[in-house]
């Protein structure tokens, strides 16, 4: 598949990475930019509502807190 999927973009197949569900793929992501303690990142409200449920933050230990504006913040 990943070669199939390579081909079909024009890619190296070295440069794809698949993934069985979007919150592992989201995981690796914010692994892979080295997210730390503190660190903070943004979240659409449909995905603040996932990770209120116990999503990715909550994998990387990391602290929810809400805010009312259109965009919801998470501190990891």
């Known amino acids: 598949m990943k070669e199939k ?3 079909y973009l024009s890619l190296d197949s070295s ?3 698949l993934f069985w569900k979007g919150r592992v793929a989201l995981y690796a992501i ?3 930019i080295d997210i730390k303690e503190g660190d903070e990142i943004i ?3 449909t995905a603040w509502e996932w990770e209120k449920r116990g999503g990715i933050l909550y994998r990387t230990q990391g602290k929810l807190r809400e805010k009312s504006d ?3 913040r998470a501190e990891v």
């Open 70 to 72: 259109s965009l919801s």
């Open 43 to 45: 979240l659409i409200k």
């Open 15 to 17: 440069n794809i990475f």
């Open 5 to 7: 999927l390579a081909e």
């Open 30 to 32: 914010l692994k892979a």
